[in-house]
Every structure is written in structure tokens, then in C-alpha cells.
């Protein structure tokens, strides 16, 4: 995606890991070694903490020099009309700024003189944001999947205008979308009583209903100018930029297509030392024993497919004090995709530690979800979530962060493998040594092994 920071280098930079958030670059394999690289990890805490806050107040800092505050108020006065307004700039000070700074985005708050709030929803630009050109594609993406949301029967935020950072006559300074804000907190499970969770999970249980409702016929995501057709997948992993032109993947008519073309572009990426540079020939093995199972957990036939928020988990969710749900937010990187992908258990009801541990059994979040579905007159949908376990394990297996958490890899790894009957109940070792031989012909291992990847 981006190419290696240091002078002179040519090499593609390592996807995630070569993206440092402290010092801002991107390096490649050869540079991210700790003989080039200084910049604390997140194996030492003690100086990675100070070193990360100091870098994000910076980027903030750095945002809120950009952003003309008057052009903003400007546009967001005339999309309504004259009402006048007035553009909260965002706060330098750690203790509130919790609320308009997430992972991704920061928001500024457009109050207006009769009460109505927007948000100015700005994406983050730093060393682990994408380039420009797919930040802006993705983007685009949101601003439509958000168009397709106002049709459905959840509450979603209204978008009311944007524009893009290099668009002409945006004098603002960045790229910007206007959304409503919604009421309500994230949920947290936590500060929940049983009776809130049932009724939080029947809720979304209603939601997955009125998804189903709205089917596509391909698998991929929505963009602008036409949000009505489905297009390539706006992700960073499924985008490339060859020589500043932006390749994407898709869209696709099966889920046997989608992952086969998702597998192998993992497994290029992989030779290409653009991923999993510290444990190559691991991650190939796994990414590679996946395409050989696509065609026995995913099926080759066209379905139709729903809409599909990436990010699940939970933080999604606005609730307000009497458990009614009153948002669901961030939708950039939506897809759409057949009901065994995009209809199965949300990340928001697994229980966390079973699922990491390979456990192939409901959470009991997932057994109300599914006996509300039921109740319903939903038993399709139903049987989507208590049979998916095996599509769940599959789907996280791939493109797992396994530096961070070798051992949640193993966890859904060993789940997978007891779904499927194949390599059923080996160890690493054993599976890692058996697998090596079943391999010993492919391409890419040679490759690797004639490379002689250092920590494998
Ligand atoms: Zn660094
Ligand atoms: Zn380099």
C-alpha cells in the first residue's frame, strides 16, 4: 500500500506492523527490524504508553490547525438554509477528549441557533491510515452505505452533506461529512442488568430481521455516485495502490469466490513480505490450508446478500437509560454479503473468551438471540446463527492480527478445525509439521522455506 518511508527504499512497506504510529513512518521489512526501527513496541509498555499519547495529542494538534472552522459553519449553514451555527472546536485536553475522538474519526459538533446538532465526522490521518486516494474511497463508501440506511428501519445517522479534502471549493482544509448526532451512550454490557441485555439482544434480533428485508444480489459495498449497485469492497486489506492507481477487489458473486480471491491475495501479500514478516511461513500455512477448506465451508452458488457493519462488536451501539437502542454508528468498511456472513452472530453477543478458546458451542446472548429470531417466524435466519460457528471461525482465522495475540489465533484456529473434521485436535507442532509436508509442493513454501524466514 504505501512504500518504505526510509530514504532511498523502495520496498512496499509491512501492512499494519510497518506503520508506526509514534514516529509516522512507514517501513518495510528490512527497516521495521529493530536494528533500524527504535520506536517502542507494545511488548514494553512503560515507554510505548507516554510515546503513543505524545503522538496522538500531536495528530490532534495537527488536525485542528488544519480545519477552517468558519468555512465549515459556512457550509453546514447553507445546507440548511441560513440557520446559523456554530462549529465546538475540537479540545486539546485529554479529559473530554474521549468524546469526539475515536480510533478513526474525530467529530465536531455543528450546533445550529434552533437546537439541531450535527457532527463534522473527519477522518484521522496518521501513519496507520490508509493513502489518501482509498481514505477518500472509503470515505465515499460510508457517505453511501449511509444513503442505503435511511430506507431501513434502524436508526442510523441522516447524512446531510460532505465533502472530500481535495474537492474544489473545500475550504475547510480536510474532508468532512455532516451526520446527525444521535442520542444515546455505547453499549456496554457491563452496566447492564439481565433484563436490559434480553432486551437489548430481542432488539437486534429485530434488526437483523429488517436487514434481511433489503437483500442485494452481490457481494461487495456500496459506492457513491450510485449507491443503488454494488461494487468492489472498500477496505484498506482488499485495496492496493500500484503506482498511485488504486486496485480493489470485487464485487463478487459467491462467497467461494470472495474468499479464494481474499485468500490468495493474503498468501501474495505474504511472499511479498507485505504481511506477517515476523512469522511468514506460519501465517502462509494457515492462510493456505483456508482456500484448500473455502469450497467445503462456503458455498459457489449466487445468493442474495444483506448488509453487513464491520465492526460489530459491541461500541456500535447507542442505548439510552431504558435499554432502547437509539443508534447504530460507524459504518465505514459496511459490506454486503450472503445471510451466512452478514446475518450471523454479531461480535457484540459472542462470549469473548469461549470464542477465542475455540469454542464451538452458543454464548447465552447467542441462544436469546436465536430463540428471538425464532419467535419471530425466523427460524431461516435463525439457523444462520446456531449453525455458524464454523463461517465465524473461518472469517476470523483469516487476516488474524497473530503478532498481538498468537494465542486467540490458535483459539479460533482449533475451533475451525473441530467444525470442519480436518486436522481435528493436533497441536501447533504436530499440525504445523504435517502441514509443512502436505505443502511441500506448493510454490509459495518453497519460496519461504528456501528464504529462510528468521523466526520460524
Ligand atoms: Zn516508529
Ligand atoms: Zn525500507
Excluded at 490547525?65 to 465546538?88: T, V
Excluded at 501513519?127 to 444513503?147: G, H, K, M, N, Q
Excluded at 484448500?292 to 447507542?318: F, M, N, R
Amino acid at each position: 500500500m504505501w512504500i518504505c518511508s526510509v530514504e532511498c527504499c523502495q520496498n512496499a512497506s509491512v501492512r499494519v506492523t510497518g506503520d508506526c504510529f509514534i514516529c509516522g513512518r512507514h517501513l518495510c521489512y528490512k527497516h521495521v527490524a529493530p536494528t533500524f526501527h527504535t520506536c517502542p513496541d507494545l511488548d514494553d509498555e512503560k515507554d510505548y504508553y507516554p510515546a503513543y499519547m505524545q503522538a496522538d495529542q500531536k495528530e490532534i494538534e495537527m488536525i485542528s490547525k488544519k480545519i477552517n472552522y468558519a468555512a465549515l459553519e459556512s457550509h453546514a449553514r447553507d445546507l440548511r438554509l441560513g440557520i446559523s451555527c456554530h462549529a465546538i472546536t475540537l479540545p486539546l485536553d485529554r479529559k473530554t477528549q474521549y468524546e469526539v475522538i475515536g480510533g478513526m474519526n474525530v467529530h465536531i459538533k455543528v450546533q445550529f441557533e434552533d437546537g439541531v446538532t450535527w457532527l463534522a465526522r473527519i477522518r484521522r490521518t496518521n501513519a496507520t491510515s490508509p493513502p489518501p486516494v482509498v481514505r477518500d474511497y472509503i470515505f465515499r463508501s460510508e457517505i453511501a452505505t449511509l444513503r442505503f440506511l435511511e430506507k431501513l428501519n434502524i436508526p442510523s445517522p441522516r447524512i446531510h452533506g460532505y465533502a472530500l479534502e481535495g474537492d474544489v471549493g473545500n475550504e475547510v482544509g480536510v474532508g468532512y461529512m455532516f451526520i446527525e448526532e444521535l442520542p444515546g451512550t455505547p453499549l456496554c454490557w457491563g452496566d447492564l442488568t439481565h433484563g436490559q441485555t434480553r432486551k437489548i439482544v430481542a432488539q437486534m434480533a429485530d434488526m437483523a430481521i429488517e436487514v434481511s428485508k433489503h437483500p442485494m444480489d452481490s457481494i461487495g459495498a456500496l459506492h457513491l455516485p450510485s449507491p443503488g449497485t454494488i461494487g468492489p469492497i472498500a477496505r484498506e486489506e482488499l485495496c492496493d495502490l500500484v503506482n498511485g492507481n488504486l486496485r480493489t477487489l470485487g464485487p463478487f458473486t459467491s462467497m467461494q469466490d470472495y474468499w479464494a480471491t481474499y485468500l490468495q491475495s493474503i498468501l501474495a501479500q505474504i511472499l511479498d513480505r507485505q504481511l506477517y514478516t515476523l512469522h511468514p511461513i506460519d501465517a502462509y500455512l494457515i492462510h493456505r490450508f483456508l482456500l484448500d477448506l473455502v469450497p467445503q465451508v462456503w458455498t459457489a452458488e449466487k445468493e442474495p446478500c444483506y448488509l453487513k457493519h464491520a465492526d460489530d462488536k459491541g461500541s456500535h451501539i447507542l442505548i439510552d437509560a431504558s435499554a432502547n437502542i437509539t443508534g447504530i454508528i460507524d459504518w465505514e468498511w459496511a459490506l454486503f454479503a450472503p445471510a451466512s456472513f452478514a446475518l450471523n452472530s454479531p461480535k457484540a453477543l459472542f462470549h469473548i473468551q469461549d470464542f477465542f478458546a475455540g469454542e464451538t458451542a452458543l454464548s447465552s446472548s447467542e441462544s436469546y438471540f436465536v430463540e428471538c429470531l425464532e419467535g419471530e417466524g425466523r427460524a431461516d435466519l435463525a439457523k444462520v446463527v446456531r449453525e455458524g460457528k464454523q463461517s465465524l471461525f473461518f472469517d476470523f482465522c483469516c487476516a488474524f492480527d497473530g503478532r498481538t495475540d498468537w494465542e486467540g489465533w490458535m483459539g479460533v484456529f482449533k475451533g475451525l478445525r473441530k467444525c470442519v473434521g480436518v486436522d481435528d485436535g493436533l497441536n501447533w507442532d504436530e499440525w504445523k509439521q504435517i502441514t509443512l509436508k502436505r505443502y511441500e509442493n506448493d510454490d509459495g513454501v518453497k519460496q519461504l522455506l528456501a528464504r529462510g524466514a528468521l523466526t520460524d
